[in-house]
Nanobody, 124 residues
Framework: VQLVESGGGSVQTGGSLSLSCQVSGYDYIAICLGWFRQAPGKEREGVAGLDTDGSTNYADFVGGRFTISRDRAKITLYLQMHSLKPEDTAVYYC????????????????????WGQGTQVTVS
């Protein structure tokens, strides 16, 4: 599975950004997908995930500010982020799990076998 993120950038506190992840090399419908982030000096953490049935799981820190979705026609995963805070500054990665998955697995990085190169999000 190949994953290519785009859409990162710099934004002021309270602003919005939308990330995209182009998925290829696998049956898009048959995989579980997630967004993760890693800030300098911190471990990679799960942000949001989407399973094959369309169920979602969000990290507590999201607090209703982000929405994960996918466009099956475009084979693209999205993360819409609103009310951004400086602590949201990180490199954001999309990831794919090419197996059946439980909703509870969606935020667990070791479960994922394929990763994108990451896109920087800076909130100031």
């Amino acid at each position: 599975v190949q994953l290519v993120e785009s859409g990162g950038g710099s934004v002021q506190t309270g602003g919005s950004l939308s990330l995209s992840c182009q998925v290829s090399g696998y049956d898009y419908i048959a995989i579980c997908l997630g967004w993760f982030r890693q800030a300098p000096g911190k471990e990679r953490e799960g942000v949001a995930g989407l399973d094959t049935d369309g169920s979602t799981n969000y990290a507590d820190f999201v607090g209703g500010r982000f929405t994960i979705s996918r466009d099956r026609a475009k084979i693209t995963l999205y993360l819409q982020m609103h009310s951004l805070k400086p602590e949201d500054t990180a490199v954001y990665y999309c990831a794919a799990m090419t197996t059946w998955c439980l909703e509870s697995w969606l935020l667990e990085a070791p479960r994922y076998s394929s990763w994108g190169q990451g896109t920087q999000v800076t909130v100031s």
